[in-house]
C-alpha cells in the first residue's frame, strides 16, 4: 500500500474512533498526547498524514487497537484481544500519591462520568469527616483533602457532566452515627450534611445525584467515563474495565438505577438538607 493511501486510510480510521469515543475534539486530542491543532491536521488538513510514532502509539494504546489496523496493514483492529484483558487491576495510589480514579476524571473531560460512591461523595466531604476517615495519618488527611479539593474542581469545569447514583440509606446510616460512623459527633455529622446539600446545589444542573432504595437494587462502588473506561472500586485496587460491551452493559444497569430513583436530581439537595444528625 502507497503512503498515501496509507494516510487517507488512517484518516477515516481515526475519524471512527473519534466518533466512537463520544469525546471533543479537545479532550481527545489530550487523550493521545497532542493539541487540538495537529489533531485538526489528522483530521482535515489539506493533504491526508501520518502521525509520528509516539502518536500512533498514543492511539493504539487508548484506545486498544492495533497500530496494523491504524495504518491499513490489517482488517482486524484488535478487538478480538481485547476480551482477554477486559478486566485489569490497577493500584489506588500511584507514586505521587494520587488516585487513579483521578488521573481517570482528568483524562475524561469532555465525556459524562457516572459514579457511585462507596459511602459518601468524595468531592463533598468537610475536613472534619477527612480527619475522622484518616484519624491515624496526618498525612493521609492531607492527601485526603488534596483529592476532595481535586474533585470538587473538576466537578466545577465548564464541560463537567455527571450523574451520581446511591442509596438514600448511606445518608440515613451517617445522619443516624451508625456502622462506620459510630463515634462521630452528631454536630460535626450535621455540617457535612448541610455542605452536601449546599453543593449539591451549587453544582447543580452538571452534577446530578439521585437516591434509591438499596434494599431493592444494589450498585457496587463504580465510576463510569463515557464509554471508554470503567473503575469498580475494591478496596486497594479498582478493576479497570476497557471492554466497550462491558461498559456499556454497567452504563445501562446505572440507568435502571436512575429509573428506579425514589428522589430525583432535581429534589436531592433538599431530600439531604431534611436529613438531621442525631
Request: with cysteine; glycine share 6%.
Amino acid at each position: 500500500m502507497r503512503k498515501r493511501e496509507s494516510s487517507a486510510l488512517f484518516r477515516q480510521r481515526l475519524m471512527h474512533l473519534l466518533a466512537q469515543s463520544g469525546l471533543t475534539q479537545s479532550a481527545f486530542a489530550g487523550a493521545i498526547g497532542i493539541d487540538r491543532s495537529a489533531l485538526s491536521q489528522l483530521l482535515s488538513g489539506p493533504d491526508p498524514r501520518l502521525p509520528r510514532a509516539e502518536t500512533l502509539l498514543a492511539i493504539s494504546g487508548q484506545f486498544q487497537v492495533s497500530t496494523d489496523w491504524l495504518l491499513g496493514l490489517s482488517e482486524d483492529s484488535g478487538a478480538t484481544t481485547q476480551s482477554f484483558d477486559a478486566v485489569e487491576t490497577e493500584a489506588a495510589l500511584d507514586e505521587e500519591s494520587r488516585t487513579a480514579m483521578e488521573r481517570w476524571h482528568e483524562e475524561a473531560t469532555g465525556q459524562k462520568i457516572r459514579y457511585v460512591p462507596a459511602l459518601l461523595p468524595d468531592l463533598m466531604r468537610t475536613p472534619e469527616i477527612i480527619s475522622f476517615q484518616a484519624r491515624s495519618s496526618d498525612q493521609e488527611k492531607r492527601r485526603l483533602h488534596a483529592q476532595t479539593q481535586r474533585r470538587l474542581r473538576l466537578s466545577r469545569a465548564p464541560e463537567a457532566d455527571i450523574e451520581m447514583c446511591m442509596p438514600f440509606q448511606s445518608f440515613e446510616i451517617f445522619a443516624a452515627g451508625c456502622g462506620v460512623w459510630k463515634g462521630l459527633a452528631a454536630p460535626i455529622r450535621q455540617r457535612q450534611i448541610d455542605h452536601i446539600a449546599r453543593t449539591v446545589d451549587e453544582l447543580y444542573p452538571a452534577f446530578r445525584m439521585y437516591l434509591f432504595d438499596g434494599r431493592a437494587r444494589f450498585a457496587p462502588p463504580m465510576t463510569l467515563f463515557g464509554y471508554t473506561r470503567a473503575a469498580v472500586y475494591a478496596g486497594d485496587v479498582y478493576l479497570l474495565i476497557r471492554s466497550k460491551n462491558l461498559i456499556r452493559e454497567l452504563a445501562q444497569g446505572f440507568d435502571g438505577h436512575i429509573r428506579a430513583a425514589g428522589i430525583h436530581a432535581h429534589e436531592a439537595a433538599q431530600w439531604v438538607r431534611d436529613l438531621r444528625a442525631i
